[in-house]
């Protein structure tokens, strides 16, 4: 085994030694970086915070995410408790390992906000919380050191760009009309499944070490690992459709929804806007068929496609309709 590797290895295992009891709350800490968190955040600021924030959040998450996706098959490498049986797996994942996913998206996400923020003692929490997490994945078993290194930079280069480039794209894209804006929408949601088609062409001749499933399943027997599978790529190609949808038709139909009302309107707001999310997410989820496997991948593009138009368009419609909100 390479020694930069085995160093990690030792690094993690006496981390785990020196912290094994504090593993409750970096799980915690952890889910500020998992999917369903910002299933709960997105919505959240975009319906009752801050619409704009809301939806740059939710269009660098869907950025981050695929770069994330391919970088992983790219790099092909295991996750700690994949290679060492004396890592304890207090989480599990099915992808590969580098770079980790909760550091890069914590290190844009969480960028983000600390740089549309103002307040210095939000910025600092918000520099804490991508520390946190990145800290969390290593104690967890789940990510060596460099992944979460490797990740923080990815996100932070990441931001760096949506930064340079936001204001120059939005000028281009509001200059269109809205049949075009649809076709640029669903153009880009069909390259980023053809990137994904492309990247696991590219390593195709790459056969996954048996001994890694195996030492996985010891550490997590009701978890077998998927490395290869595509389905970061329908997910994140099915929520950019439909978030990218909803935004246009809300624009061409007068205007955003104001984020602005009443506490019991905003409750309210987010109780049912929720109550469609959780519908779509956990109730199509047990419905949509997963065999065989390109059948599944069609549903999980349309229930994430579905769940970006609802966060987007169908709850603020449903929300002007029963007089809980305004246009801005």
Not at 75 to 90: E, G, I, L, M, Q
Not at 269 to 275: D, K, N, Q, W
Not at 294 to 320: D, E, N
Request: aromatic share 14%; net charge positive; charged share 10%.
């Amino acid at each position: 085994m390479d020694p930069f590797l085995l160093s990690e290895l030792d690094f993690i295992q006496n981390l785990q030694g020196g912290f094994a009891a504090l593993a409750p709350i970096f799980k915690g800490i952890t889910f500020l970086g998992n999917e369903e968190f910002y299933l709960l955040v997105i919505p959240l600021l975009y319906w009752c915070v801050d619409s704009g924030l809301g939806l740059r959040i939710g269009v660098l998450l869907i950025f981050s995410n695929l770069f994330n996706s391919i970088l992983k098959l790219a790099f092909h490498s295991p996750r700690p408790y994949w290679v060492d049986t004396n890592v304890r797996a207090f989480s599990s994942e099915t992808s590969f390992g580098m770079p980790s996913g909760h550091a890069q998206n914590a290190a844009s996400l969480w960028g983000l906000a600390a740089v549309k923020i103002r307040k210095a003692w939000l910025r600092w929490l918000m520099v804490l919380v991508i520390l946190l997490i990145g800290f969390s994945r290593l104690l967890l078993g789940v990510h060596f050191p460099s992944d979460v290194l490797v990740g923080w930079g990815v996100g932070g280069l990441l931001l760096v760009a949506y930064l340079q480039v936001e204001n120059r794209v939005i000028h281009w894209f509001s200059n269109l009309n809205p049949s075009r804006q649809l076709t640029v929408a669903l153009a880009s949601s069909l390259l980023i499944l053809l990137s994904g088609f492309l990247v696991l062409l590219a390593v195709s001749r790459w056969s996954l070490p048996p001994e890694w499933g195996q030492t996985a399943l010891l550490a997590a027997p009701d978890e077998p690992i998927n490395p290869f599978t595509l389905a970061p790529f329908f997910t994140v190609g099915g929520t950019w459709l439909g978030l990218i949808t909803g935004v246009i038709l809300m624009l061409r139909s007068g205007g955003l929804m104001s984020v602005k009302g009443s506490p019991t309107q905003l409750v309210v707001r987010f109780l049912l806007g929720m109550a469609g999310v959780l519908i779509l997410y956990i109730g199509l989820s047990a419905l949509f068929p997963r065999e065989p496997e390109m059948l599944g991948y069609g549903f999980r593009f349309l229930r994430y496609t579905l769940i970006g138009f609802w966060v987007s368009a169908a709850a603020p419609f449903l929300f002007l309709r029963l007089n809980l909100a305004k246009r801005i």
